[in-house]
């Protein structure tokens, strides 16, 4: 059997595809900044690539990358797939595996659809209606997984814009945020300076870049390529017909 200790070695998509796009630091937000909203009548196709550098002792890192896909139909449809990575030890060695996970999020039913290439189940996630209940839901699941959910208004959180550039071939405005760490001793004795960069399109109104940088874990980046403004093939984001479909309906 197995060893119990798994390290997971994953990428944003696994949040992308468990929460809604309504958390600012997933780039799989293909949606109006802040807004549950859907999008219409402007479709696009992407490739995506996560890259993650991560620290590991002796001063060495380790560095993962995953593809993927983001797409949005004219009706406001958000269609993503990707890769996830982990490793599990067997008593000899570690064994690198992966699946690829899928998400349909559709605003309109506020509903996500999420499968998997290996579990062979379908989940549709009925979101709560109102917006605060679902913000409450989204952060509670976003550090269930251990992610930040910072909020710009906060005493020590500095916001700066760094103007518009071309990233992916569309025109996209940047904006910095950061904190600093106070020391705390051991590996952590000096002030660290966590930064979390993001990279928006307006005329899409899509996340094309997304960059963390924590000195204590590492490094992310997270990106489109290959930005098509057509109607999305989705062939590749239908579950095969023998998956089970089960429905998660969430408290209101």
Known sequence: MPDARIALTTSVFLLSLVISGTVNTALAQAGPVNSSEPVLKAPFSAHRLFTEI???????TNQLQSGGSLARDSKGLIYS???RHWTYFDGQKDILKSEILYRIHDPLTNTDTQWDSTTREVKVIHWPRNPSQADTATSALYAAFGGEVLDDTQPGINVEKLGTKIVAGVVAE?????????AKGGDND????????KWYCPELKIVVLDINDDPRS???RDELTNITRVEPDLNQYHYPPDYHVREVRLPQ
């Open 81 to 83: 797939a990707g890769e």
């Open 218 to 220: 590492g490094h992310t």
């Open 54 to 60: 991560k620290n590991a002792p002796g001063g060495k």
């Open 190 to 197: 000096k002030p660290i300076v966590v930064t979390h960069e």
């Open 174 to 182: 940047g904006t910095q945020t950061s904190y600093t760490v106070s």
